[in-house]
């Protein structure tokens, strides 16, 4: 995805209720400590912004600051330098009052290993009761909730109808042994079917994970714990090494790109959007925003069966508000009363519906994006897993995850090799 062009604060003129006029912000927040001063009367959100048009944080934000007559700052950086400067800002004391963290332990920002660190506020019971079912541990510490997810993301392969048909495919393969000969068939029409970062270990480790839904989770939804326990390991996983072939056989079939060692985001947002690929590993909210901005068709599907699996999608809560620590009592009230507001079943659905989403509260099935109509019955049925990665111990396990899918693309990597570092990783 490309970045955004600056690093300047987006201004929002905010209406206070008080006033004739407009008060304005001032200063760029993100330098000194946020809990300092006496600015009672807002606070200062950092989130990532993937290119200009994603402005679902700033919108929702907006919307409460003008409600509320409150001064509201939102910060964006791009989204490939977004986890350095959260850590960088919170690690140095100046970051800013709210931020977009992941949650679970997997990722750098990810919010369960930031609260240990003592980098984040605890929250009020009230986003406590706004946590998917069974996902509680990947938003607290020692019983205390220091997250509240947005929306539930899908996360499957985003699909140009309008591409597929053009190269021939009259329906999107139900099994993954028609997926291998629908690349060939979409190779002679001059597309790939399916467009990777290559170069960008969050894409192939993603693109890995969607793998894994079908071939690891739908016949054990408790691996993870399996191998948290120790009665499994990635080494001895069939799954998961059947996960890992699968994309060596893929990219020996032609299905990526040319040159998809080197892919960026980028060629992604080029590839789905301009129909040249029909495919991309990428949370289904990109449905929106690639296909407003190319005019294209998209849906969001999940990652083929192979012969004796069930159709199975990842789907989760990929993203949550946090608080700064540092914040002062006066924000972190505030702060909490914005929490309350955006939860609520209508301003969940009309933030979902702007970041391309699924409700956190109050969804229907009826009322899903059209993005999400592929996998609404998916959806229904329970028929999904979080990302895997949210409840692996540490960074490390998904980068090397990321990292070996690129070393199988360029035949640098055996499968045997990724998922012993993923195993020594883990440790």
Not at 53 to 73: C, M
Request: charged share 15%; with cysteine; hydrophobic share 40%.
């Amino acid at each position: 995805m490309p970045q955004h062009r600056s690093l300047r604060p987006l201004r929002l003129p905010l209406l206070a209720a008080p006033l004739a006029g407009v008060l304005l912000l001032a200063g760029c927040s993100g330098s000194g400590d946020s809990g300092s001063g006496d600015s009672a009367d807002g606070f200062t959100v950092m989130v990532a912004q993937a290119n200009d048009d994603d402005q679902s944080y700033a919108k929702v934000l907006e919307a409460y600051g003008q409600e509320k007559g409150l001064n509201i700052e939102v910060i964006p950086y791009p989204s490939d330098g977004y986890n350095t400067q959260v850590t960088t800002q919170l690690q140095a004391g100046n970051a800013a009052d709210v931020m977009i963290l992941a949650p679970g332990t997997g990722q750098p920002i990810s919010i369960v290993n930031l609260a240990q660190a003592g980098l984040l506020a605890p929250l009020a019971d009230s986003s406590t009761g706004v946590i998917p079912a069974n996902a509680e541990n990947q938003y607290q510490v020692d019983g205390k909730t220091y997250g509240q997810p947005t929306a539930l993301v899908p996360v499957g392969l985003v699909y140009n109808n309008d591409a597929a048909t053009e190269a021939g495919l009259s329906e999107y393969p139900e099994t993954y042994e028609q997926l291998l000969s629908d690349c060939k068939t979409v190779r002679d029409a001059g597309k790939s079917f399916t467009v990777l970062a290559g170069g960008i270990p969050f894409n192939t480790g993603l693109m890995a994970q969607l793998i894994s839904a079908t071939r690891v989770y739908e016949a054990e939804p408790d691996w993870n714990q399996q191998r948290a326990d120790g009665t499994v390991t990635f080494a001895d996983s069939e799954g998961w090494k059947e996960t890992l072939q699968d994309l060596v056989d893929m990219n020996a079939g032609g299905c990526f790109q040319d040159g998809v060692a080197g892919g960026t985001f980028d060629n992604i947002t080029a590839g789905l959007g301009g129909g040249t690929s029909l495919s991309a590993a990428v949370p289904g909210s990109a449905a929106s925003s690639i296909g407003q901005a190319s005019g294209a068709t998209l849906t969001v599907q999940s990652f083929p069966p192979a012969s004796g699996q069930k159709p199975f999608l990842l789907a989760s809560a990929n993203y949550a508000w946090a608080v700064n620590a540092k914040a002062d009592d006066a924000k972190k009230k505030l702060i909490q009363d914005f929490l309350d507001w955006v939860a609520t079943p209508e301003q969940a659905k009309s933030f979902a519906d702007s970041f391309g989403a699924v409700p956190i509260a109050g969804a229907t099935t009826d009322g899903l994006l059209p993005q999400y109509t592929t996998v609404g019955s998916l959806l229904e049925a329970n028929a999904y897993t979080g990302l895997p990665n949210a409840a692996w111990p540490n960074a490390a396990v998904y980068d090397a995850l990321g990292t070996g899918v690129q070393g199988l693309l360029t035949g640098q990597k055996t499968v045997d090799q990724v998922l012993a570092d993923m195993d020594s990783a883990w440790g």
